[in-house]
């Protein structure tokens, strides 16, 4: 099984590289800077002809969608663990949360950042607005979630929907209300960005804005 991942630092590419290294999975990783305009390079266009990141190479195939190649990797790599057994009890949660961040709170997050560009820009406000709300009720429900004190966000154990929930949450830190201010949410943020596996993939993006402050664990 070969595995090239094109991503840029932070970016939607961060869970896929994140499991990779979690899950010991050889790899190679190449930067597309999307800060600079990478991803509208037409060698990268023909990998991927929306112009976005991630891009996983999945045996010569290039393969797209965050939330899809988590769950391709989980399928494909089963003893790493990062996804119930399929017939397991926890494997229905473990669908629910994949596709509420894939189909509710990724889009909301495209368009909060996206809105002038992806849309009319004299409509931006109201489409950042919308997408607040339903960022907003996104923590809510993970907070309803994690008030029972689990340790991760399904069966007890780290996995691909953790991945999402953690990159999700980064990309609030400059928002007007960020995850890391909701007291409920903080436990599972620390414990989550206290893994080995977050520290390596932070070093190897070169990013530095979101880790645990030293000496907490
Ligand atoms: N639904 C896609 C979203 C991919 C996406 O929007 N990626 C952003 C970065 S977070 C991107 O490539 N932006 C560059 C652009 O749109 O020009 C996924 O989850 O993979």
């Known amino acids: 099984m070969s595995y090239v991942l094109y991503y840029s630092p932070g970016a939607a590419s961060m869970a896929v590289h994140w499991m990779l ?16 305009g990478a991803q509208h390079d037409p060698e990268y266009r023909r990998l991927n002809p929306a112009g976005r990141v ?10 797209h969608e965050s939330a899809a190649l988590l769950m391709l990797l989980a399928e494909r790599h089963p003893t790493a663990g990062l996804a119930p057994a399929p017939g397991s009890p926890d494997r229905a949660e473990w669908f629910e ?4 961040f894939a189909n509710t709170l990724l ?15 004299a409509g931006a406000q109201a489409v950042r607005a ?20 689990r340790a991760f966000l399904v069966g007890g154990r780290l996995s691909t929907a953790d991945f999402l929930a953690l990159m999700l949450m ?9 995850a890391t201010s909701r007291e409920n949410l903080m436990p599972y943020i620390i414990r989550v960005r206290a893994l080995p ?20 664990a």
Do not use: H
Not at 170 to 178: D, V
């Open 21 to 36: 290294i979690e899950a010991g999975i050889p790899f190679e990783a190449r930067l597309i800077d999307i800060d600079t």
């Open 197 to 216: 596996s977050f520290i390596e993939l932070n070093a190897r993006e070169g990013l530095s804005d979101w880790s645990n402050p030293v000496g907490q």
């Open 54 to 63: 991630p891009t996983l190479i999945v045996d010569g195939v290039p393969r």
């Open 97 to 100: 949360w994949m596709v509420f």
């Open 107 to 121: 889009p909301a997050m495209r368009d909060w950042f996206y809105a002038d560009s992806d849309g009319d820009p």
């Open 130 to 149: 919308l997408a607040e709300r339903r960022i907003e009720e996104a923590w809510e429900r993970l907070g309803a979630t994690l008030a029972d004190g």
């Open 170 to 178: 980064r990309w609030t830190r400059n928002m007007p209300r960020k």
